[in-house]
């Protein structure tokens, strides 16, 4: 008797939990682990697959780890205040393409891959880095982008833990 009253019970609040589960949108990460410093396939593609990854939908996280914290350290060498990603330009096709995409003038998309990560942010993306990486490197205080938070790796853990998707460049 006990066993049905649990099964009962438990049928009465799975619809609930799987309704209130589907609202929450599943998490892309995407996992940055190259330094980005140029104009590569990689530089070119991982923008357009966090683009398309919230267009669709998906709470999209990039995790900047191992050489990928360089790509958001701000040096003097990369003049002033500024990462390599702001030292990269968009070229002339991407900034048709993704103003294709967003459905605005090409003179609203940003012209290197550093805005454009900032306005990735301002869409909804969250933008990470491993501490540990950055401290390993001398990434720390003044010298990173701001708009990428630092985490611990237990932070780091629990992000792939809960992706629905994770793909690494």
Known sequence: MRRALWVVVILMFLPAAVFAASDTPKTFLIHVKSAMNRHDSRTVVMPHVAL????????????FDDEGVQAI???HWYGGHTTPLDKAPLPEEELRSFSTVLGVPSTSIPDNYGDFLRFLKGKGADLF????AMDL???GGDRFDHAVTPVAIEKMVEMFERAAVTVAY
């Open 137 to 139: 490197r001398n990434i």
């Open 73 to 75: 350290k701000i040096g």
């Open 129 to 132: 880095a491993n501490k540990v």
């Open 52 to 63: 398309t990854a919230l267009l669709q939908g998906y709470k999209v996280i990039i995790l």
